[in-house]
């Protein structure tokens, strides 16, 4: 007898759809005057506000580290409010951090760099003002101790609050704020320079890469297909095509199923599940069946296989997801972390198929 599953399958779905859209929706409250002047963008007047508990503090060190990360995705940078620009760029930095209300859940409320509610210890609040107008992005870094005055003395450095706007300046020349503004801004052609240039590290142009993918940026797909090549960006690159649209399907299909690497392959199925899932696209899951019936698919990129499939509810997957799940219920092995992750992710695709299935 087969059990449906009727209202969390939907609501997840439902939810998962509801994500996406949001997140277009969050591009959308740009007017059209708003986002041509965000194609300009050249130049950012940047201020700078350092806070201790001694009162404002010198911040020139702090605008002089702003201003060249902001060099280094390209972009000039003035001090003077009456020197033409095309955005300010605002930093304010304490040495105890006060606090701004309750901030709003979804959307970049929810990222680790989102402002904290709790934490009282040395931060910068980043923000940005396109044409007057303050902008809902707000970025927060922290130092990684709370107290800086007990900071300060274990680390015998003389005055708390100075300490504390060091530390805030050595976590602002490692933050990515450059890249986010970038992808904010919709600065494709930026993220593509430094993604292809020989100096930048692995680890920022994985960043780069997810970035262009959650831009949904169609002219980052060649550049994305060259990363292929690496085998330490392959799997990112691939996640990030993921999010092209249906231009990125014959490249990640061929690699699920071609692969030697079953990394790649699973970096490939969740790919096209991204795809048909953002998408609608249904035409990705003929191939992922196939590959979910193979015999010869690794256990990791299985599951894979069975995520992307509950992304984009089919009754074509039901049957051979019910099948999968009866071979899979048959074998014994609690210590098998694989095994149960598999499980797992068919037992919930399985109930997002049948449950599309029956109120489609």
């Given at each position: 007898?087969r059990?449906?599953?009727?209202?969390?399958?939907?609501?997840?779905?439902?939810?998962?759809?509801?994500?996406?859209?949001?997140?277009?929706?969050?591009?959308?409250?740009?007017?059209?005057?708003?986002?041509?002047?965000?194609?300009?963008?050249?130049?950012?007047?940047?201020?700078?506000?350092?806070l201790?508990?001694?009162?404002?503090?010198?911040?020139?060190?702090?605008?002089?580290?702003?201003?060249?990360?902001?060099?280094?995705v390209?972009?000039?940078?003035?001090?003077?409010?009456?020197?033409?620009?095309?955005?300010?760029?605002?930093?304010?930095?304490e040495?105890r951090k006060?606090?701004?209300?309750t901030?709003?859940t979804?959307?970049?409320?929810?990222?680790?760099?989102?402002?904290?509610?709790?934490?009282?210890?040395?931060?910068?609040?980043?923000?940005?003002v396109?044409?007057g107008?303050?902008?809902?992005?707000q970025?927060?870094?922290?130092?990684?101790?709370?107290?800086?005055?007990?900071?300060?003395q274990a680390?015998q450095?003389?005055?708390?609050?100075?300490?504390?706007?060091?530390?805030l300046q050595?976590?602002l020349?490692?933050?990515e704020f450059p890249?986010?503004?970038?992808?904010?801004?919709?600065h494709?052609?930026?993220?593509?320079k430094?993604l292809?240039?020989?100096d930048?590290?692995q680890?920022?142009?994985?960043k780069?890469?997810?970035?262009?993918?959650?831009?949904?940026?169609?002219?980052?797909?060649?550049?994305?297909?060259?990363?292929?090549?690496?085998?330490?960006?392959s799997?990112?690159a691939?996640?990030?095509?993921?999010?092209?649209g249906?231009?990125?399907?014959?490249?990640?299909v061929?690699?699920?199923?071609?692969?030697?690497?079953?990394?790649?392959?699973?970096?490939?199925?969740?790919?096209?599940?991204?795809?048909?899932?953002?998408?609608?696209?249904?035409?990705v899951?003929?191939?992922?069946?196939?590959?979910?019936?193979?015999?010869?698919?690794?256990?990791?990129?299985?599951t894979?296989v069975?995520?992307?499939?509950?992304?984009?509810?089919?009754?074509?997957?039901?049957?051979p997801l019910?099948?999968?799940?009866?071979?899979?219920q048959a074998?014994?092995?609690?210590?098998?972390?694989?095994?149960?992750k598999?499980?797992?992710?068919?037992?919930?695709?399985?109930?997002?198929?049948d449950?599309?299935?029956?109120?489609?």
């Open positions: 007898m059990i449906r599953f009727v209202l969390p399958g939907l609501g997840l779905c439902l939810a998962l759809s509801l994500c996406h859209n949001l997140a277009l929706a969050y591009r959308e409250y740009f007017t059209p005057e708003q986002r041509t002047q965000l194609e300009h963008i050249q130049t950012i007047l940047v201020h700078v506000l350092a201790t508990d001694q009162g404002e503090a010198q911040g020139t060190a702090l605008a002089d580290a702003v201003a060249q990360r902001l060099g280094e390209g972009y000039a940078t003035v001090r003077d409010p009456a020197t033409p620009h095309d955005v300010v760029f605002r930093v304010k930095c040495q006060t606090w701004e209300g901030t709003a979804g959307g970049d409320a929810d990222l680790p760099d989102a402002p904290a509610r709790l934490w009282k210890g040395p931060a910068c609040q980043l923000t940005y396109l044409g107008m303050k902008i809902k992005w970025k927060e870094v922290r130092t990684e101790f709370e107290d800086a005055v007990a900071a300060a680390a450095a003389g005055d708390a609050g100075v300490y504390a706007m060091t530390q050595k976590a020349e490692k933050y890249l986010l503004l970038a992808a904010e801004w919709g494709v052609d930026r993220l593509l430094i292809d240039s020989p930048t590290s680890a920022r142009k994985i780069i890469m997810s970035l262009l993918g959650d831009m949904q940026a169609d002219e980052a797909l060649p550049k994305l297909k060259d990363a292929l090549k690496d085998r330490d960006l799997k990112q691939l996640v990030a095509m993921g999010n092209l249906k231009d990125g399907i014959p490249l990640l061929d690699l699920m199923n071609s692969s030697p690497q079953p990394e790649i392959q699973a970096a490939a199925a969740k790919g096209l599940g991204q795809i048909g899932g953002i998408a609608g696209d249904a035409s899951v003929l191939p992922l069946l196939a590959k979910l019936q193979d015999s010869k698919t690794d256990w990791a990129v299985l894979e069975a995520w992307a499939l509950g992304k984009i509810p089919d009754k074509r997957s039901i049957q019910y099948d999968l799940d009866k071979k899979l074998i014994r092995d609690p210590d098998n972390v694989t095994l149960k598999l499980k797992e992710a068919v037992f919930w695709a399985i109930k997002q198929c449950t599309w299935d029956q109120y489609s």
